[in-house]
């Protein structure tokens, strides 16, 4: 018995390291109770910690490396950041943007016919603390 718990766990822990990426990439996709847009700490949810001024945008499927890049482009326009791009498990990027001009950034970028969301970044825990 003993060693049929550890080739399980052997092969679960192999398959979380080959697919972490993408594994990571889905979570940042689904929707997550974060605290709201204004940043105010009292309505922190209790499962997600909100990461200031960092977004994911969730382009379509169908969009384009040339669609990405022009959304990319005005971002870095805007004194944004592009942190990471996704191109597999979803297409888009992640961006830290700054105070000033975000609302207006993420305004602008989600009416680009390509983006299907733009939503705050958040570390998201699957059981509460």
Same mark, same amino acid.
């Given at each position: ?13 192999? $398959? &979380?390291?080959?697919? &972490?990426?993408?594994?990571?990439? $889905?979570? %940042?996709?689904?929707? !997550?109770?974060?605290? @709201? @847009? ?9 499962? @997600? ?5 960092? $977004? ?10 040339? #669609? ?20 597999? !498990?979803?297409?888009?990027? @992640? ?6 001009? !975000?609302? #207006?950034?993420? %305004? !602008? ?11 705050? #970044? ?8």
């Amino acid at each position: 018995m003993k060693r049929m718990t550890m080739m399980v766990i052997i092969v679960i822990f192999s $398959y &979380l390291v080959v697919n &972490l990426s993408s594994i990571l990439a $889905y979570a %940042a996709t689904q929707p !997550a109770e974060t605290k @709201s @847009s204004q940043g105010n700490s009292t309505n922190e949810s209790k499962n @997600s910690l909100q990461l200031s001024n960092r $977004y994911i945008v969730t382009m379509k499927g169908n969009a384009s490396v040339s #669609d990405i890049e022009h959304v990319i482009d005005f971002v870095k326009e805007k004194g944004g950041q592009v942190l990471q791009i996704y191109m597999h !498990a979803i297409r888009g990027f @992640s961006m830290s943007l700054p105070s000033v001009s !975000a609302n #207006d950034t993420v %305004a !602008a970028i989600a009416t680009n016919p390509k983006v299907v969301k733009v939503e705050h #970044d958040a570390e998201v825990n699957i059981a509460p603390k």
